[in-house]
């Protein structure tokens, strides 16, 4: 009863605040029909833009003024807490508080910001750069992934959680994100070098794992074993279009483009180049892969065309409008009201999960004989940042029932932290870099 009452008198303020900004909007414009979908885009772009520029006066990267802005504008932000009766929080009433109210329209936001940003990226390496570090990517993105999972578990364990609970958060914490690393590279101006084309491949390899893991750990808890049925599987469909891609797909694909831009109609070309984007991303969904590898390949296979400045330059302003939204909707789907709660565990997985998945990768390309300023730029990159994959392994494991509801805000709580640490370590790998570069030619 107490719980009906809550969501009534919260409804009921949301309902205020709602009508009065709509009452607004209406008197400006009353010509114009207004929903919720226009008022949280206005509010998104309005307050991304303001805070993202107090970002850069200060000279911090814009990824966390993104996330920044999202956490102070989402349903979930503690800002919100005052509106709230007494002894409630900011979950307890997911869409009843915040300027942004509309959850659908937040994921909806982020997923096309992720096509677009890896779709703009793909077009940066055409096949013969990435068929170049294939192997070296294959191999030091699954030794990192996987030493990372194995210590992790070990470690949530020690701490307390369940099986079932330690095996989904390592899962988890193994996956680097693939958005916020990509966004750091690109506001660097590192996107073309050679250690990033070398993150670029083990991302791409470890989202292919990524769905492997999510296969395996539904069969686990529902079955109580691995099916190494769906790992064939995925890991043939993977294989399969990625190799048909690099085969038919670079035959079909930029000729047809070409065609198109002979026309020298930019609106036409625009069209087709985000039909490209947005139709592979939808075939790597069909087949059950990710539709970050989807439009990453449509974007290789626009690299290979004669058009291909041509198609980023028409399709990176867009990109960016999405990438910025995906980052504040990302931000705002955080409920860091709980971060007192979970700040210990969520502390010690942080930091175990960061330096195994350094180490690893760090191995990796040891053994793979990279040059060592390109290995350890390369394990830096990878080091920290968790997002997308580590939130959609633990949101399956709790929508089966296999894990404890605490994951998901813990897992939240680790995203932004590392999404914050991410640049800083960055910026510190080069100083350590340039530093050991330096003693070795004095």
């Known amino acids: 009863m107490q719980n009906h009452l809550l969501q009534l008198d919260s409804g009921g303020i949301q309902n205020s605040l709602n009508n009065t900004v709509s009452t ?14 226009v008022t949280d885009l206005a509010f998104i772009m309005i307050i991304g833009a303001v805070v993202t520029l107090a970002f850069f006066k200060i000279r911090q990267p814009l990824i966390i003024g993104y996330l920044f802005a999202g956490m102070l504008i989402g349903p979930l932000s503690p800002f919100w807490s005052w509106v709230l009766p007494e002894g409630a929080t900011p979950g307890d009433v997911l869409e009843g508080v915040g300027i942004l109210s509309d959850i659908s329209a937040l994921h909806l936001f982020a997923e096309i910001g992720v096509i677009l940003l890896l779709f703009v990226i793909g077009i940066e390496f055409p096949y013969s ?89 539904q069969s686990i808890a529902l079955v109580g074993s691995v099916s190494v049925e769906s790992i064939v599987v995925v890991v043939l469909v993977a294989t399969g ?23 020298e109609h930019r609106e036409i070309l625009l069209l087709s180049v985000l039909g490209v984007c947005f139709g592979y991303a939808l075939l790597a969904n069909i087949v059950g892969l990710s539709v970050a590898i989807g ?9 290979e065309s004669k058009s291909a400045e041509v198609a980023k330059l028409l399709s990176s302003p867009i ?13 705002a789907l955080m409920d860091i ?16 999960a960061t330096g195994m998945k350094f180490g690893g990768n760090l ?27 580590s939130i959609v392994i633990v949101k399956v494991g709790i929508d089966i029932g296999a894990v404890s509801a605490f994951l998901f805000p813990l897992i939240g709580i680790i995203s932004i932290i590392t999404a914050f640490m991410s640049p800083f370590l960055v910026k510190a790998g080069d100083k350590i870099i340039s530093s050991i570069e330096e003693k070795e030619n004095v």
Do not use: C, W
């Not at 607004?24 to 979908?37: C, G, K, N, R, V």
């Not at 409008?321 to 504040?328: D, E, G, K, L, S």
């Not at 009201?337 to 175990?352: C, G, M, R, T």
């Open 363 to 389: 191995i990796g390309n040891i053994i793979f004989r990279q040059q060592r300023a390109k290995s350890m730029r390369s394990a830096f990159t990878l080091a920290a940042p968790r997002g997308e994959f």
């Open 319 to 331: 990109k960016d409008m999405f990438v910025a939204i995906f980052f504040i909707s990302v931000g």
């Open 129 to 217: 750069k990435i068929r170049s570090i294939g192997r070296v990517a294959v191999g030091v993105g699954t030794l990192g992934l996987f030493a990372t999972l194995g210590v992790v578990f070990y470690t949530a364990s020690a701490l307390g959680l369940e099986f079932m609970d330690a095996l989904f958060i390592s899962a988890a914490l193994s996956i680097s994100s693939t958005a916020i690393i990509v966004k750091i590279l690109e506001e660097m101006g590192r996107i073309k070098k050679s250690s990033s084309i070398l993150v670029l491949g083990i991302l791409i390899v470890e989202d292919v794992i990524a769905v492997i893991l999510i296969s395996s750990l």
């Open 337 to 352: 009201s709980q971060l007192e709660n979970y700040l210990f565990i969520a502390v010690a997985l942080i930091a175990v």
């Open 241 to 263: 279009l990625i190799v048909g891609t690099f085969t038919v797909g670079t035959r079909v694909i930029p000729p047809l483009i070409d065609r198109v831009a002979a026309a």
């Open 24 to 37: 607004l909007i209406e008197q400006i414009t009353p010509e114009l029909p207004h929903t919720s979908f």
């Open 295 to 303: 439009a990453f390949l449509a974007g290789v296979l626009i690299a």
